[in-house]
T-cell receptor, first 114, second 114 residues
Framework: GENVEQHPSTLSVQEGDSAVIKCTYS??????FPWYKQELGKRPQLIID?????GEKKDQRIAVTLNKTAKHFSLHITETQPEDSAVYFC?????????????FGKGTLLTVNP | DGGITQSPKYLFRKEGQNVTLSCEQN?????MYWYRQDPGQGLRLIYY???????QKGDIAEGYSVSREKKESFPLTVTSAQKNPTAFYLC?????????????FGPGTRLTVL
């Protein structure tokens, strides 16, 4: 089955700096890569996703890049703000077939220091 | 955040007892999922259901059971066979069970075995 590795497990940055979280996946057939954000005491929420036919996707201060050859994808947050502090999860899945499921990484705790 | 609810928020159980966690959604979603969240372990899939009266085991199904008699409900039973049940349990739903579909999470139930 799919295996998703996520690094780093914790990341501390100063407000205004950039943050990068990296994930690798094992199943070359995976073609959908979402990122979820979980603030303390809250439920995970989707913040951005990318499909395998796209190399990069951007939404305001966040962007995701995908390298299918190397089987890795990354989340980039620019101009970080204290409200960006949360746990971020990457995930991977593939479309098609009768048994669809997301495989999540173990999460990255991002702390943005004012 | 509305649309998918879980109850209770906190649950305490004695060893050897079965306990059922509730998950309800009014989003008219076909697919529903149960995840277990432990510190540093990410989100691990317990069971998922793509359609009423059908469900599949996830990565860590041992000691758990589910039912899907109604589209809006997907209860999870933690049985006495689950060796380490203390954890945070998240239910999720998506429009249909396929790639590219955002999963919406409930607020979670924290189960503690005494």
């Amino acid at each position: 089955g799919e295996n998703v590795e996520q690094h780093p497990s914790t990341l501390s940055v100063q407000e205004g700096d950039s943050a990068v979280i990296k994930c690798t996946y094992s199943d070359s057939a995976s073609n959908y890569f979402p990122w979820y954000k979980q603030e303390l005491g809250k439920r995970p929420q989707l913040i951005i996703d990318i499909r395998s036919n796209v190399g990069e996707k951007k939404d305001q201060r966040i962007a995701v890049t995908l390298n299918k050859t190397a089987k890795h994808f990354s989340l980039h947050i620019t101009e970080t703000q204290p409200e960006d502090s949360a746990v971020y999860f990457c995930a991977a899945s593939r479309s098609g077939g009768s048994n669809y499921k997301l495989t999540f990484g173990k999460g990255t705790l991002l702390t943005v220091n004012p | 955040d509305g649309g998918i609810t879980q109850s209770p928020k906190y649950l305490f159980r004695k060893e050897g007892q079965n306990v059922t966690l509730s998950c309800e959604q009014n989003l008219n979603h076909d697919a529903m999922y149960w995840y277990r969240q432990d510190p540093g372990q990410g989100l691990r899939l317990i069971y998922y259901s793509q359609i009423v009266n059908d469900f599949q085991k996830g990565d860590i199904a041992e000691g758990y059971s589910v039912s899907r008699e109604k589209k809006e409900s997907f209860p999870l039973t933690v049985t006495s066979a689950q060796k380490n049940p203390t954890a945070f349990y998240l239910c999720a739903s998506s429009n249909w069970a396929g790639a590219y579909n955002e999963q919406f999470f409930g607020p979670g139930t924290r189960l503690t075995v005494l």
